[in-house]
């Protein structure tokens, strides 16, 4: 993994960003809707500005995602170029399944958060 750039706490998750990738680790029991949704849009805007990323979802604790939020993609579109769920609990993996037949963007679905952003570095030319 890259170094650390930035970290940022919000009452539902904390963002930390990589040059390449922000890594989510949203709060246990929290609900992941569309107003958490524009929320961490507008943060990984005022980071990457016009910058390609990758989002990657660190789900080590239980919460809900409403899967309409990924209708939403077409608002970071351009910018946004891969998700990564990662997570080794069954029913986690399962709900990632379901929310990548929403996503328009690369998606991809790992166990260890290094093979995530392995994987988000290899998106970007070297």
Not at 32 to 39: D, L, R, T, V, W
Not at 73 to 80: A, D, G, Q, S, T
Not at 110 to 122: K, R, T
Request: charged share 25%.
């Amino acid at each position: 993994m890259s170094d650390l750039i930035k970290s940022v706490k919000l009452g539902f998750t904390t963002l930390d960003f990589y040059k390449n990738y922000v890594i989510s680790e949203v709060n246990e029991e929290a609900v992941f809707s569309h107003s958490q949704f524009m929320e961490v849009v507008n943060r990984c805007r005022e980071f990457y500005v016009e910058k390609k990323f990758v989002y990657i979802s660190k789900r080590i604790n239980n919460y809900s995602v409403d899967p309409t939020v990924y209708l939403k993609l077409e608002e970071i579109r351009k910018n946004l170029i891969g998700i990564a769920i990662v997570s080794n609990k069954v029913s986690s993996i399962n709900m990632a399944g379901f929310e990548k037949t929403f996503s328009k963007v690369d998606f991809k679905i790992f166990l260890e958060l290094d093979e995530a952003a392995e994987w988000a570095e290899n998106l970007f030319p070297h």
